[in-house]
């Protein structure tokens, strides 16, 4: 396809690549080199793909290269030197498609997903699809499909069926997409009558097994190490159970409210919150994979602190990572 401006002899040239679909994984190891192939030959040819929908990440990907896009529901960028084009605008950040059953593809959506997501990140590699599926207890099939579907997302790399590499950070995002912290999670909002400190200091005397389940997230768990804000409000995660917020609150010397809480009581969506949970300053609280994922998927400045604690993590690895997957 050639552009031209009226009354001027400057044109481009659009190399058009119309796909189905368009993943990270096709970027890189096809859009990349046919690129790279069309600026040998001329200067002013300049590729464009066009899908029935692109993802927020690929149309990254593909701006950072210099790659024109358009889909179907109104997300484009087109940038062109001479003659000077800039077009950009932004459509669905959601396939249409998604939870179509036509889709034979898995999704980061689901609880199952969740344990896959927090062992990838929770420990170092090399493994293989094997060994995840019986230490996340899910069967093969739906593991090799679900990283056939993170390798297509470079959020994964592999040598034969080796996994040698985890995009962990980029993985938590996209996971934490799908998420809604408080949706997910029923909540019971709370009033601590004595004051968030009197809770905290009740928490820590908690009987053993009371402390299995019941664990400190959001707000109060991010400070401990990527402290952003003092305040907001106090989440803990307890089993789900119909009456389980309630017999915790009591223990805890909460009182239930419809309006007003200090405290939110999250029933767990799966018991993978409660997953390699460790002490902090003597109180239960999430890993920080599960941290990031409810920070990112939370209200208010709870983002905010989830990439806080993203930025620790990334610098501190040898902390938090496993170096091999649990037993």
Request: glycine letters at 6%.
């Amino acid at each position: 396809m050639q552009v031209k401006s009226d009354g001027d002899s400057v044109f481009t040239q659009l190399l058009v690549d119309l796909r189905k679909n368009v993943t990270p994984r096709m970027v890189e190891e096809q859009l990349l080199p046919k690129l790279d192939l069309v600026r040998q030959v001329n200067s002013y040819t300049s590729p464009m793909v066009i899908a029935p929908w692109i993802a927020p990440r690929v149309q990254l990907l593909l701006r950072e290269n210099g790659i024109g896009y358009i889909d179907l529901t109104g997300n484009m960028s087109l940038r062109v030197p001479r003659p000077a084009i800039v077009l950009y605008t932004q459509g669905e950040t959601r396939s249409p498609l998604a939870g179509s059953p036509r889709s034979t593809k898995a999704t980061l959506a689901g609880p199952k997903v969740g344990r896959l997501v927090r062992l990838l990140a929770d420990v170092f590699p090399p493994y293989r699809a094997a060994q995840l599926a019986e230490a996340a207890k899910l069967s093969l099939p739906y593991v090799s499909r679900l990283l056939d579907t993170l390798e297509d997302q470079l959020l994964i790399r592999r040598q034969g069926r080796v996994i040698k590499d985890v995009d962990w950070p980029q993985l938590l995002r996209v996971r934490a997409e799908q998420l809604n912290l408080l949706r997910h999670n029923p909540y019971v909002g709370m009033v601590a009558p004595n004051g968030i400190d009197a809770v905290l200091r009740a928490l820590r005397t908690l009987p053993e097994a009371d402390r299995h389940s019941v664990a400190v997230t959001g707000s109060y768990a991010a400070h401990s190490v990527a402290p952003l804000a003092v305040g907001g409000q106090l989440m803990l995660y307890v089993t789900a159970g119909p009456h389980t917020p309630d017999i915790i609150g009591e223990d805890l010397g909460l009182l239930r409210v419809d309006k007003g809480a200090d405290v939110l009581m999250l029933r767990a969506h799966d018991s993978v919150v409660f997953e390699r949970t460790v002490e902090m300053d003597g109180l239960p609280r999430v890993a920080l994979s599960q941290l990031v994922l409810d920070c990112l998927s939370g209200p208010g400045r709870m983002p905010a602190e989830g990439e806080a604690v993203l930025t620790y993590m990334q610098e501190n690895p040898q902390l938090w990572r496993a170096a091999q997957l649990p037993i």
